[in-house]
């Protein structure tokens, strides 16, 4: 009786949070807006050994490699139905990837790509609320649509891609 008796009395707060309206009236309108997760970037050592694991061993859909000079990696979309993975390989010795998997030698989440409907007001407005983005315009990302990274430490330590929808 005693567990009965701790979820008794932790289940109302549970519902008071959930059904807390409070949090949702206090986001100020925007210019611009968030989307949808358009994907999850993963560092890889191994281009073809990731590549293998997805299409082979877990039956997903999996892209040809396309090189990124100017972001400095070569990149893989895994089809997932609802979003993608992104596995990144270095490019180059200048490449970001190349320095993240000298500090993860077996890889790791990069980033994670969220589509905005306006780069540009978004980044205007980002700038005057104090986060920092990493370029002064927007590239071209792998997809062919502008993007911009988001320095992750605004970001509670995630690197935050935005991609133009």
Same mark, same amino acid.
């Given at each position: 009786?005693?567990?009965?008796?701790?979820?008794?009395?932790?289940?109302?707060?549970?519902?008071?949070?959930?059904?807390?309206?409070? !949090?949702?009236?206090?986001?100020?309108?925007?210019?611009? %807006?968030? *989307?949808?997760?358009? &994907?999850?970037? #993963?560092? /890889?050592? @191994?281009?073809?050994?990731?590549?293998?694991?997805?299409?082979?061993?877990?039956?997903?859909?999996?892209?040809?490699?396309?090189?990124?000079?100017?972001?400095?990696?070569?990149?893989?979309?895994?089809?997932?139905?609802?979003?993608?993975?992104?596995?990144?390989?270095?490019?180059?010795?200048? !490449?970001?990837?190349?320095?993240?998997?000298?500090?993860? %030698?077996? *890889?790791?989440?990069? &980033?994670?790509? #969220?589509? /905005?409907? @306006?780069?540009?007001?978004?980044?205007?407005?980002?700038?005057?609320?104090?986060?920092?983005?990493?370029?002064?315009?927007?590239?071209?990302?792998?997809?062919?649509?502008?993007?911009?990274?988001?320095?992750?430490?605004?970001?509670?330590?995630?690197?935050?891609?935005?991609?133009?929808?």
């Amino acid at each position: 009786s005693g567990l009965l008796t701790r979820l008794q009395t932790s289940a109302p707060a549970v519902r008071t949070l959930s059904s807390s309206k409070s !949090s949702s009236q206090n986001i100020p309108s925007c210019l611009w %807006k968030l *989307g949808r997760l358009n &994907h999850v970037a #993963i560092a /890889v050592p @191994d281009l073809e050994k990731a590549q293998c694991l997805y299409r082979d061993v877990l039956g997903a859909q999996v892209s040809e490699t396309v090189a990124l000079p100017e972001h400095g990696v070569y990149t893989v979309f895994v089809e997932l139905g609802n979003t993608k993975l992104e596995l990144l390989h270095p490019l180059g010795e200048k !490449s970001p990837i190349a320095s993240f998997l000298q500090k993860n %030698k077996t *890889g790791g989440m990069h &980033h994670i790509c #969220i589509e /905005v409907d @306006d780069i540009k007001a978004a980044m205007t407005e980002l700038k005057k609320k104090q986060i920092r983005i990493l370029s002064e315009e927007p590239k071209i990302g792998a997809h062919g649509k502008p993007v911009i990274f988001l320095h992750p430490k605004d970001c509670h330590g995630v690197l935050v891609e935005l991609e133009q929808a």
